[in-house]
DNA sequence: ACTAGGTGTCATAATACTGTCACAATAACC
DNA sequence: GGTTATTGTGACAGTATTATGACACCTAGT
């Protein structure tokens, strides 16, 4: 049994009209792990945008046809995508297509040539700052599954019902397996600094966790045994122990 | 169940009066997704204009009887169908009619013999030109579909009444199912950026968007149950749970 | 001005979740 | 085996969170 951490890639859509300039941004943000989405017109970037919902668009400024700026406008008008941050790309120095992609709602600005890293460095702090990366972790143990995203955790494809406290033990036992935890330290991680709370409600806590991940099925595998006992110490989240 | 989202297709009529040439451009046509119309006179074309609004024309310069021209002139002249962009069609490579075409009004000329890659081109720079193409999202679930163009939302095709902020949070929530979101996340999308809101206030137009969801007969399948609330963390917009 | 619908806020009811305790069960150690 | 320390378990009452109905305000259309 194997522990596996599954970052939801950042979906980035890349408009350009030149496919050169596309596979050049492709390979730079694929080797930070962003899923690209390309579109080399407004229409396809629309499509994009409707059918893949992208956390951040990289908007060449000279379009044909109707440019770069008439899209963000367009995205700006419309509520669904109102808050979708867009980075706009463009050969142009010039200062006031700067200002005025800034007016009409870019959320920063790169001007051709650039450094990857600095692209990069752009992306992650549109990102931080849209408080759109949230880093949609998947954790997942053989058949259980942790999804923070949806706040879910489900065993072989089904739901399981758990509380909030035991969603945020189950969420950091999983991201810590292995090791023991003392009662006071799982109070720190798990309930977070200042609490003044008995030792001992901790295994309450334990054992509602271990009974919503019994099985339904008596003859399915019982994940509540991963979460260990020991002795005098606290409580282990042990991937290994079983299968 | 499962979300679907559709781009309402783009509309080309296609008038020409060669039957196979029709069935060629509607193969053309309907292989990028474009929705085709055709009509093999001047006074189909206008039918067909008036009935099924086309988001573009794609004109035969040679027609018989009143030829390509004057349905040409014709659009032009009526208010409801000037905006309407033409794309003129013809086997003459004479220089003179492309002008005369594009005189009156024809927004691009394609000569036969044509690619096909080169019509969807031109087809697609036209309608970006125009601004005409845009593109309206529907998704849909099961039987509840939400229209943005519209803005309508209706269950097995019975509109259902709802309110300004009811349609964008469902909007929302159905373009971005399973996943959880807090209140304040829900203010930003939903709201848009700077609100001074009490986070209660969306509990209240959640409450209010079930109840326009639960079905009219009571042995209805009630949508209603589609949006979960989390405890403790906010609210989701699930299509796996049912269903 | 008047209506009608839509919005945000509040008070209160309805729930779900928590922490704690008492006691049973188990392990460790003599 | 007997004793003690530690953990498991069920019950319960308090607490926090959410659902709901009511209301006052606002805005647009008449």
Redesign the pocket.
């Known amino acids: 049994m194997e522990v596996k951490k599954t970052m939801q890639a950042v979906k980035i859509l890349v408009v350009d009209d030149e496919a050169p300039i596309r596979d050049m941004l492709r390979m730079a943000l694929e080797l930070r792990d962003f899923e690209v989405l390309e579109a080399g017109d407004t229409r396809q970037a629309y499509q994009q945008v409707v059918d893949n919902s992208p956390h951040l668009v990289l908007l060449d400024w000279m379009l044909p046809g109707g440019s770069g700026v008439q899209f963000l406008q367009r995205l700006r008008k419309e509520d669904l995508t109102k808050q979708l941050p867009v980075i706009m790309v463009t050969a142009k120095h010039d200062e006031d297509n700067k200002v005025q992609g800034l007016e009409i709602g870019a959320d920063d600005y790169v001007t051709k040539p650039f450094v990857p890293k600095e692209l990069i460095a752009r992306i992650n702090a549109v990102l931080r700052r849209s408080g759109t990366l949230t880093p949609d972790a998947i954790i997942t143990v053989d058949g259980l599954k942790l999804d923070i995203a949806c706040h879910q955790v489900s065993i072989d494809e089904h739901v399981v019902?758990?509380?909030?406290?035991?969603f945020?033990m189950l969420a950091f036992f999983m991201s810590h397996p292995e090791r023991v935890y003392t009662?006071s330290q799982l109070l720190d991680h798990v309930?977070g600094g200042n609490?003044?709370?008995?030792e001992?409600?901790v295994?309450?806590?334990?054992?509602?966790l271990?009974?919503a991940l019994e099985p339904s099925q008596p003859d399915q595998f019982n994940y509540a045994d991963l979460i260990q006992?020991?002795?005098?110490?606290?409580?282990r989240f042990s991937v290994k122990a079983a299968g």
């Open positions: 019902e758990i509380g909030p406290t035991e945020k009662r309930w609490v003044y709370i008995e001992r409600t295994d309450v806590h334990i054992r509602r271990r009974k006992t020991v002795r005098g110490a606290g409580y």
